[in-house]
């Protein structure tokens, strides 16, 4: 080491006397004690860059840069090999090092191009495993670059690597599949199970390519060497598909529902094979599995979404009798009477077809008692002319005779009459016209008022009374309308609809009752009005107000059987705020520009009579870009403002004469879905203000006042009820002082999480006290609340406190707005907050477990 010191001292003295030559002899005589000297090494490789001898100042700046990589000096060594030695050729070792700097630097390009070269030199050296790893290295860094990925498979199979061949492969099919390039990756993965077929992966991803070209039995063929230890579901699912397109449905069911006990995985596949059984004409292994799939599914509460599964199987085999059945008894059992319906007409049909005229016999009896009114109940007691017993068809004919229906003689030949009809078909006069109009008018009331939409039901009376003055007179259905609207046209009398009139009573003959009566609807009008409920139930078990909207085009388009079915909320003129679409088969989703024009089309349109504005295609018209020939739409009415706040439109793509009943029935959901959309919004204003209990999810004690009277205030507008429950737990004030304010806190967190799903998101919930909630309850009479409370005790009893396992007992006390002619809101809140007060209090005092309901007082 004393050697090295004096050499140094010597090299530094021969510098400062200008003495190169000298110094340099004094470094080289440092390398030949100590190789790896640093020092003497980098003042080398600086001398003989002094002289402007590059190639020996390169060897000793190569030799430095090695010494630098070992101690991790990276930032130094980068610097002098991107100085010195990046533009003069370099082994390859030193090479891959510069390299795997760049890498840990993350400059991901210069790493590539540099190992490339190391390979490059690795290769024409001979030095294969060298060449390989500069090759793999680069496959890491570019891992989405197809041709690196191929270039490693083709040298590590060069050099004996298979399994990693295999797996370059692997992921250059990935890559070629994602690409399109359907063939090329079918290509890599063949090639890749070549090289490494004990591959489980490589297997899986081959057969899958196999499946997508159509070759499921080739693909069963390449996975059943691993099937018997095998747990994985995507795995298993693979398998299951490939033996599902090869026929092997049995043994494909044997798996998928091993699957689905074992890992609760595996549903859709099931679903497909109860599809694959059905057609091929197993209808009973289809229903067996569905079974299962409802057992299932009901169980983990997904009714909605196994019906709709069932819907998409059944919908496909109207042949599969027992497919039907299953399907028809499913929405017997979920109460869907419409839905029920239609699959029945579907079940008729494929026993007739089957020839098995029983039970034929059987679906249309059920028919029957569903809808009498249907007029193809006639058309199919024909069908089963000839084939039935005599005695049954005489008895059904009678039943639809009954209601309304002509049911012709064997001798005349089957005639079709429309089921009930509102009134006699009016001659193609302009009093016929006339008195056409008066009829729609009427029906159309009836509705408004069957719903409760009384504001709306008075406009048409006003209109009524305005293009038919005096006609109440002589027309007892429209009296009784009055009546029952309790509104009455000025200047006339008000008096029950059977209290005679002057004239007669003093001599002069009555005119006589009208032939059609309130309530007396045709069989179409009855269909709306069912259909209209249902709608309205599903638009109020919504979350969002975009699902209110989605669910109301759904089903009207369904329903009214359209090409197209629209609905949008927002200031007219404007960009809708919100905006959902239906669209039919070979129908595609319209492209926004084309929606505001279509909106601006529609509401420049004149309504006719009924509020419909119908607008047909002509040249110019943005009905043809939307592939319709006609559409029909109504406006959406804010209540409270009396300002046009959305809009339902319905369009066809071939020619069609919209109806009347069409116009209101829109109409009615229209109505429905904004005052929906309107609750949820205010709901969700309301959280936003932080008036929301933050761990229960329920509104705080703070806001019950002011909910109640912006409920109260829509109430009275809309000359709707409005009821108050209030449900607390039995001993409740007890409870709390002996376990704990903490404890009952938890409790009734819990509580509202497990009843909160119960009631509709209209309906409002406060927590009331530590041991009550409190439920506003919009459009709800006495019975319905009493009918909801009934629910949430039934849905409490199962629940345990955290103290203990007792159970315990809810109490409920149940109030009506009173909506006396004198009353404002405020006052209207403070007899219905003082009456619920009152009502849990009795409850109290009959020793809890009890529901004390508080009839209105007479007004």
């Not at 494929?350 to 029957?368: F, I």
């Not at 109505?671 to 509104?699: A, F, I, K, N």
Request: hydrophobic content about 40%.
């Amino acid at each position: 080491m004393a050697d090295v010191n004096k050499h140094l001292e010597r090299a530094k003295k021969f510098l400062e006397k200008n003495r190169v030559e000298d110094a340099i002899e004094a470094y080289l005589s440092v390398l030949e004690e100590v190789p790896s000297h640093l020092e003497a090494t980098q003042a080398l490789g600086d001398l003989y860059a002094r002289r402007e001898q590059p190639d020996r100042a390169a060897v000793y700046y190569g030799m430095f840069f090695d010494l630098l990589v070992d101690p991790r000096d990276e930032t130094k060594a980068l610097a002098i090999y991107n100085r010195f030695l990046k533009h003069s050729q370099q082994p390859p070792e030193r090479i891959a090092r510069y390299a795997f700097l760049q890498q840990k630097q993350n400059r991901t390009d210069e790493a590539s191009e540099q190992y490339g070269k190391a390979a490059e030199l690795f290769t024409a050296a001979g030095r294969g495993e060298d060449a390989l790893f500069c090759w793999e290295r680069i496959a890491q860094l570019e891992p989405d670059n197809l041709p690196r990925q191929v270039k490693l498979a083709d040298v590590a199979e060069k050099n004996g690597r298979n399994l990693l061949a295999a797996r370059a492969l692997l992921r250059a099919g990935q890559l070629a599949s994602a690409s399109g390039a359907a063939d090329d990756s079918l290509g890599y993965l063949a090639r890749a199970h070549r090289l490494a077929p004990q591959e489980r992966s490589v297997a899986l991803l081959y057969a899958g390519a196999r499946l997508r070209k159509g070759e499921a039995a080739a693909a069963a063929k390449l996975l059943e060497p691993f099937s018997e230890t095998e747990s994985d579901p995507v795995f298993l699912e693979t398998f299951a598909d490939a033996l599902m397109r090869s026929g092997q449905l049995d043994r494909a069911r044997g798996l998928l529902e091993r699957l689905l006990h074992e890992k609760n995985a595996g549903l859709g596949r099931l679903f497909q094979l109860a599809d694959l059984y059905a057609a091929a004409a197993a209808g009973n292994k289809a229903v067996e599995i569905l079974a299962l799939l409802k057992k299932k599914m009901f169980a983990q509460k997904r009714q909605n979404e196994f019906a709709a599964q069932v819907d998409d199987v059944a919908g496909r085999h109207a042949d599969a009798a027992e497919l039907l059945e299953f399907w028809a008894a499913l929405y017997n059992e979920l109460n869907r009477e419409s839905k029920y319906f239609e699959i029945m007409i579907k079940l008729f049909d494929a026993y007739l077809q089957r020839g098995e005229v029983k039970k034929a016999c059987d679906s249309l009896e059920r028919l029957v008692d569903i809808d009498a009114y249907d007029y193809r109940n006639q058309e199919r007691l024909e069908r089963l002319k000839g084939r039935a017993d005599d005695t049954f068809l005489r008895r059904l004919a009678s039943r639809l005779t009954k209601s309304g229906m002509n049911l012709s003689t064997a001798d005349s030949g089957p005639q079709r009459t429309p089921a009930v009809t509102r009134e006699p078909e009016q001659p193609a006069t302009e009093e016929g016209r006339r008195m056409q109009t008066l009829e729609d008018l009427i029906v159309q009331t009836e509705i408004f008022l069957q719903y409760s939409l009384q504001a709306k039901a008075v406009d048409r009376l006003q209109r009524i009374a305005e293009l038919y003055p005096g006609e109440e007179e002589k027309n007892e259905r429209l009296r009784r309308l009055y009546q029952t609207a309790n509104w009455w046209p000025k200047g006339a009398v008000p008096r029950k609809a059977d209290e005679v009139r002057p004239s007669a009573a003093a001599g002069e003959p009555a005119a006589p009752p009208s032939a059609s009566k309130t309530g007396a609807f045709s069989a179409e009008t009855l269909r709306d009005l069912s259909k209209i409920s249902e709608i309205n139930q599903k638009i109020f078990r919504q979350q969002t107000p975009r699902a209110m909207l989605n669910t109301a085009v759904s089903e009207v388009g369904e329903y009214l059987r359209v090409s197209r079915a629209l609905a949008v909320i927002g200031a007219p003129g404007r960009p809708p705020d919100l905006a959902a679409e239906f669209c039919g088969p070979s129908m595609k989703p319209a492209p926004a520009a084309q929606v505001v024009f279509l909106l601006a089309q529609v509401e420049k349109t004149l309504p006719d009579e009924l509020g419909g504005l119908v607008v047909q295609n002509a040249t110019g018209s943005v009905l043809a870009d939307l592939g319709l020939r006609t559409a029909l739409g109504v406006k959406i009415t804010d209540r409270e403002t009396q300002q046009s706040a959305g809009m339902l439109i319905v369009g066809q793509s071939e020619a069609r004469k919209w109806k009347p009943n069409e116009t209101y029935f829109l109409q009615a959901i229209g109505d429905q879905m904004l005052m929906s959309v309107s609750h949820t919004r205010l709901r969700s204003l309301v959280r936003r203000m932080g008036v929301s209990d933050e761990r229960s999810g329920l509104l705080s004690r703070s806001s019950y006042q002011s909910c109640l009277l912006t409920e109260a205030d829509r109430a009275r507008t809309q000359c709707t009820p409005l009821s108050l429950t209030i449900v607390q737990i039995d001993r409740g004030a007890d409870l709390a002082r002996q376990q704990g304010e903490s404890s009952m806190e938890r409790f009734l967190e819990q509580l509202a999480r497990s009843l909160q799903p119960i009631v509709r998101q209209n309906d409002v919930a406060v927590k009331y006290t530590s041991w009550s909630l409190a439920f506003i309850l919009p459009d709800t009479t006495l019975e319905g609340a009493q009918n909801l409370a009934d629910k949430l005790r039934r849905a409490a009893s199962g629940i345990r406190p955290p103290w203990d396992s007792t159970s315990i007992t809810l109490s409920a006390g149940i109030v009506e707005a009173v909506a006396k002619p004198d009353y404002e809101s405020e006052d209207i809140v403070t007899d219905l907050m003082n009456r619920a007060e009152f009502s849990v209090e009795e409850a109290r005092k009959r020793g809890g477990d009890t529901v004390v309901t508080l009839p209105a007082p007479k007004v």
